[in-house]
């Protein structure tokens, strides 16, 4: 079965600390991968996103996230947090033969000052 | 350029009413999806459109929700009559027609509907 699960559903965290926010997949959905941000009353915006290549992404607003086929991974992180970053977060994955995203159930960042 | 827009941000309607959600994407996207979170799980795919045809309509729940994309261009999607479990922010989003598989969607800010 198709799915991304993500482990966390809330993650506090003090300012200017590291954050890790994890993300698992499933075999079927592993072809390309990609983690949204919802800030609040905002629309999802791609953080960044994996098609091939080089496992290790780098993304917008200092993010970036490894691909580990081995343990069917995709986590996201940041090796400084800012306040802006609290937002909710969204890992998804799709196949090749479909066009539509299989969501994780998301993943709320608090930064804390 | 505009992003995708969605209307109306907020709606509280009765349980039996009908709701009509809009959705305009980025001018010259062919493809349109509609997608749902229930409060607290995951976002889940309704369904897709590439122009005004549907590619895929395998996430919609049953035959209460109607989506439309007349003229390839803005889409509509009601629901009718209107159920508790339909609460939910309702999400539209838009991509290019790609010759790769990686082309990126972009996301409306979404529609909460709440059904007392």
């Known amino acids: 079965a198709q799915s991304v699960t993500q482990l966390d559903s809330q993650v506090p965290v003090f300012e200017e600390a590291p954050v890790e926010l994890r993300c698992n997949y499933s075999?079927?959905?592993?072809?390309?991968l990609f983690w949204y941000v919802q800030y609040p009353n905002q629309g999802l915006q791609l953080l960044l996103k994996y098609l091939s290549g080089s496992t290790l992404v780098k993304g917008i607003n200092g993010f970036e996230a490894e691909f580990n086929k081995s343990q069917t991974s995709f986590h996201l992180r940041k090796p400084s947090v800012h306040i802006s970053d609290t937002a909710e977060y969204f890992c998804a994955g799709r196949s090749y033969n479909t066009d539509k995203l299989i969501f994780g159930t998301g993943t709320r960042l608090q930064v804390f000052p | 350029e505009a992003g995708v827009t969605q209307f109306p941000s907020h709606s509280v309607i009765e349980k039996g009413q009908t709701v009509t959600l809009r959705c305009d994407p980025i001018s010259g996207h062919d493809n349109l999806y509609w997608y749902r979170r229930v409060m607290g799980k995951e976002i889940k795919f309704l369904l897709h459109?590439?122009?005004?045809?549907?590619?895929?309509e395998s996430g919609m729940p049953n035959n209460r929700f109607l989506a439309e994309r007349t003229g390839g261009t803005y889409s509509t999607l009601k629901v009718q009559p209107a159920e508790l479990e339909d609460s939910g922010v309702y999400f539209c989003?838009?991509?290019?027609?790609?010759?790769?598989?990686?082309?990126?969607?972009?996301f409306g800010q979404g529609t909460r509907l709440t059904v007392v």
């Open positions: 075999s079927s959905v592993s072809v390309y």
């Open positions: 459109f590439v122009k005004e045809s549907k590619q895929d």
């Open positions: 989003a838009s991509s290019q027609v790609y010759r790769g598989r990686g082309t990126e969607a972009f």
